[in-house]
């Protein structure tokens, strides 16, 4: 995971999905299915520097960010202070599309207390070399999207046929997951004491306990995660 690129979906050559046989057919309800396809169109979108509607996303990701700081523009060395690897955040995009920046927005405008905890390190004992945060957040977006076997047909695995049922409950569940995803990676770091270089284990270490909790029994709402509550922890 270091390197210009390598950063970007660097654990997700190392990491496959187990899938069960049980789960290559199994009935969805409209609803579910419905939703899952709208998810599945979201994952097929890139990140279009040339499209206003993301221009205008990435504008307010950083508005959220740093509400009293002026953006110099959407090329900027000021992009750095958020986490990004280089001045033109489009780059980072290309590993994951469209939707990387679309959760890491719906963190900063639904959870802002936890959003800013993470983007300025504020708890913890914390390394000398921290992971990068925005770059962090395109990562804990392909892991999810790997995990939850989101470009088959359906997901063939425990974890992802569970989180399709919490998608029939609530639309966002995908987004809110990425936000207790982003969570649980940073308390992963500090209790891991990790620094720059230990990002890959401690990401593979979020998504271990994030598939445990998804195939817990009696999980109707993504609100049944144990985790959930980091969202609220410090809110």
Known sequence: MLGSRSW???????????????FLDYPLSPLE??????????????????CPDHQEALRALWQCAFPNVALRGLISEQW??????????????RGCGFISLENLLFFARTYPA????LLFKQDGN???WEYPFAVAGINVSFMLIQMLDLCSVKPRCLPG?????????DEEAFDILYCIAFEMMDA??????????????????TRSQLEKELCLEDLHRIKDLPSYNLLYHWQ
């Open 188 to 205: 992963q770091w500090l209790a891991m004491h990790a620094s720059y270089m230990n990002f890959n284990d401690v990401l593979q270490a």
């Open 8 to 22: 970007i979906g660097g654990l997700f050559h190392r990491s496959s999905t187990r899938r069960n046989d049980k």
């Open 80 to 93: 750095k202070d958020m986490g990004w690897q280089g001045p033109n955040p489009s780059t980072d995009f």
């Open 161 to 169: 046929y569970n989180f399709v049922k919490l998608l029939g409950e």
């Open 33 to 50: 299915e419905q939703r899952l396809q709208r998810l599945q169109e979201r994952l097929q979108v890139p990140f279009d520097e040339t």
């Open 114 to 117: 936890s959003f800013h905890r």
């Open 126 to 128: 914390r390394a000398t």
